[in-house]
DNA sequence: GAGTGGTCTAGACCACTCA
DNA sequence: GAGTGGTCTAGACCACTCA
């Protein structure tokens, strides 16, 4: 099976240009404001015309900021309300991330089931990719997820101890085990982006137990790294899922 | 196998709300313009200033029509120089559709190989994908695909013949089997977007021996829908990746 | 009706490209 | 230096939400 290690890190941003417009100096405040927890996931940013005074720029300007954030969904709009931190704590939301599908239907029902969790030492490789030392103490959680009453996808998720002190069993099975929405709430830490590789592999003895394949079976692999705000890793995943009745959904262009 | 008529269509787009603003129709004029070829692939459009006169809007409103029409990678801004259709003539941009990675480095090399071209009978799905009668005729081709001198992708593409009257392989491989920089240059069809569907599944004798697996190894399996401008579908594709030594890459969020 | 984001304009000036 | 897209401003007005 490949090692999780085998992963890069996201392309890292080419070096920033001399020039840099007043907008994007308004973004990157903006950012530091989520990133140190000033706005929460859910909560409303200050109006426009607030940030604009504040921060003594035009609306345009500060419209321009907040429209980079938007995009990269950050931020929502909602006219006539205000502008919000995205949360994963809505049920639609929960999903953004999930590209897995049943063939003919939508996915109306997610149910998480969390198998274990424990503390073990990072490897070189997760080390690098989490941006820690050797050694740096992890906490790994695994969990099966089954789609629409049909248990397709076996995954298993590493975290920097660090990050999420105290995370154990009751507080995951609390949440109905709901991963980016617990980070949030129970940890300030807020999944914005992700990188993924898919591979085809074959299911090993025990994985294929787990989601009532033979072994042999052909699954696909998805490894992950999660980033928060300001793209800083803090998760690492690898999941392995049964595509007979499913499927690993993507838009291009 | 799954069959390819297991694909759905796109998501059909929202029904348009009763206010569209105007950047939204001086966008629609301008997608008007490029499907009907006034601009072609690689050249410029007129300057923003021009294209407020001809609308007679301001610049600004302008400067929004195009980029959304830019963050879609139909147009491409260039400081200073103008603004182009985008195209697939280029190196750079003749990857932008492939999201298949080798795991340790990047994409120096691709060789794309003709296997055979004939004419068939669109079934029930590629006809309702393709929006097309059932019975209608397509092209189907078949290739291969190198990265880096490792021959690891085999796929077998369908494109409605009415379109593509008169490929044949020896306008395949004067162009070098180079499809979406073919179908631009050659017949006009621009393609812009795409849906794929990603499963694991089993190398079958036949693909196995083309990509030198074993019969039954895993391998990746995309379908492929792809669009010209309005979202028109005019290719179908499945792909199968040897991903021993190779990833479909995917950024989340 | 007050407050929010969304659209549109007009104009100034900047960064960049190319002859 | 002329022409392009990129930034920024100030201000008017519109669409929408909510009390």
Same mark, same amino acid.
């Given at each position: 099976?490949?090692?999780?290690?085998?992963?890069?890190?996201?392309?890292?941003? #080419?070096?920033?240009?001399?020039?840099?417009?007043?907008?994007?100096?308004?973004?990157?405040?903006?950012?530091?404001?989520?990133?140190?927890?000033?706005?929460?996931?859910?909560?409303?940013? #200050?109006?426009?015309? %607030?940030?604009?005074?504040?921060? *003594?720029?035009?609306?345009?300007?500060?419209?321009?900021?907040?429209?980079?954030?938007?995009?990269? &969904?950050?931020?929502?709009?909602?006219?006539?309300?205000?502008?919000?931190?995205?949360?994963?704590?809505?049920?639609?939301?929960?999903?953004?991330?999930?590209?897995?599908?049943?063939?003919?239907?939508?996915?109306?029902?997610? %149910?998480?089931?969390?198998?274990?969790?424990?503390?073990?030492?990072?490897?070189?490789?997760?080390?690098?990719?989490?941006?820690?030392?050797?050694?740096?103490?992890?906490?790994?959680?695994?969990?099966?997820?089954?789609? &629409?009453?049909?248990?397709?996808?076996?995954?298993?998720?590493?975290?920097?101890?660090?990050?999420?002190?105290?995370?154990?069993?009751?507080?995951?099975?609390?949440?109905?085990?709901?991963?980016?929405?617990?980070?949030?709430?129970?940890?300030?830490? *807020?999944?914005?982006?992700?990188?993924?590789?898919? *591979?085809?592999?074959? =299911?090993? =003895?025990?994985?294929?137990?787990?989601?009532?394949?033979? #072994?042999?079976?052909?699954?696909?692999?998805? %490894?992950?790294?999660?980033?928060?705000?300001?793209?800083?890793?803090?998760?690492?995943?690898?999941?392995?899922?049964?595509?007979?009745?499913?499927?690993?959904? &993507?838009?291009?262009?």
């Amino acid at each position: 099976m490949v090692q999780i290690g085998a992963m890069m890190k996201r392309e890292p941003l #080419p070096p920033a240009p001399a020039f840099q417009p007043l907008y994007r100096q308004i973004k990157a405040l903006l950012t530091e404001g989520l990133a140190t927890g000033e706005w929460r996931p859910g909560e409303p940013i #200050p109006s426009e015309i %607030e940030l604009a005074h504040r921060y *003594k720029v035009s609306q345009g300007t500060v419209r321009k900021a907040v429209s980079e954030l938007a995009s990269e &969904n950050v931020l929502v709009r909602r006219q006539g309300r205000g502008t919000f931190v995205a949360t994963h704590a809505h049920v639609g939301t929960q999903l953004s991330f999930l590209r897995i599908t049943p063939d003919g239907e939508a996915v109306r029902d997610l %149910e998480p089931t969390l198998i274990d969790l424990r503390r073990q030492r990072a490897d070189a490789a997760a080390a690098g990719l989490l941006g820690l030392a050797a050694g740096a103490s992890l906490i790994r959680l695994r969990r099966t997820l089954a789609i &629409n009453g049909r248990c397709v996808v076996f995954e298993e998720v590493r975290l920097p101890a660090e990050r999420f002190r105290g995370l154990d069993i009751a507080t995951v099975t609390a949440h109905g085990c709901l991963l980016y929405s617990l980070y949030e709430s129970a940890f300030g830490v *807020k999944i914005v982006a992700g990188s993924e590789r898919v *591979k085809a592999v074959c =299911a090993d =003895a025990d994985t294929a137990q787990r989601l009532c394949v033979q #072994p042999g079976a052909p699954l696909l692999q998805m %490894e992950r790294v999660a980033y928060t705000y300001g793209e800083i890793p803090v998760e690492l995943r690898r999941g392995f899922c049964d595509t007979r009745m499913h499927h690993y959904a &993507n838009d291009l262009g």
